[in-house]
């Protein structure tokens, strides 16, 4: 079956860096959502790009975060000055009808994000 | 309003014996999708049985089985005979259709502990 795929699968930075968490969403899916989950808590919608263009976003999805995809493939979330609470693991997935498998959605691996 | 209700941060049950998590929803939208996520300590979110709001009959997959009654709202997943790599954390979540956007919400988790 197709995947998502989520890199880097760990990343560690220092507090005021930028990080850019990259994704590759199933090729023929046309939603595509970054969810952050803090250690221990539920997992929170950030949000929601399509056709080139923000559909939802959060509360949490303040002027810190941006989404792009530069091309065909990729779905980047770009953190610009990261706090100690942005640690958290970082999902992005892509869906399609619902009829599709895994009811049309599916998610990647996750990056683990941790803010030192 | 929670949307997504499960009650039981954490379930125990015996090797071989049967489980059932709960899970209660809210929604006003008549078209809407619920989902299982398994998380193993590893982080991933591992789909694993979807249904959907028309659905006649309830999902099932393999060992996993979905309880769904729509008056009362709820979508209990069953997991029959239980197995010690079944311990881990485990997250309902459903899909809004209107407005076209279709992100998740999740429920805060439940987590089983399997003993032999």
């Known amino acids: 079956e197709p995947e998502v795929t989520q890199t880097p699968s760990h990343q560690v930075t220092q507090m005021g860096q930028e990080v850019i968490l990259r994704c590759v969403p199933i090729?023929?899916?046309?939603?595509f959502y970054w969810y952050r989950q803090i250690l221990g808590q539920k997992v929170e919608f950030l949000v929601s790009?399509?056709?080139?263009?923000?559909?939802?976003k959060s509360e949490i999805f303040d002027d810190q975060f941006s989404v792009e995809r530069p091309d065909g493939s990729n779905f980047t979330l770009k953190i610009r000055s990261t706090k100690l609470e942005d640690s958290a693991m970082y999902f992005c997935?892509?869906?399609?009808?619902?009829?599709?498998?895994?009811?049309?959605?599916?998610f990647g691996s996750g990056t683990r994000l941790t803010v030192v | 309003a929670q949307k997504i209700t499960q009650t039981q941060p954490g379930m125990f049950v015996q090797e071989k014996e049967a489980v059932t998590l709960d899970c209660t929803y809210d929604t006003s939208d008549p078209s809407y999708g619920l989902f299982w996520y398994k998380q193993p300590s590893s982080g991933e979110m591992i789909f694993l049985i979807y249904?959907?709001?028309?659905?006649?009959q309830n999902a099932t997959e393999g060992r996993y089985s979905l309880n769904f009654q729509k008056a009362r709202k709820s979508a209990n997943l069953v997991i029959s005979a239980s197995q010690l790599g079944d311990s881990a954390m485990y997250f309902c979540a459903m899909r809004e259709v209107s407005g076209g956007y279709n992100k998740l919400i999740f429920g805060a988790g439940t987590r089983l502990a399997v003993h032999p």
């Open positions: 997935a892509s869906s399609g009808p619902q009829e599709h498998p895994r009811g049309g959605y599916t």
């Open positions: 090729s023929n899916h046309l939603y």
């Open positions: 249904q959907g709001s028309y659905d006649q």
């Open positions: 790009f399509y056709n080139n263009e923000i559909s939802e």
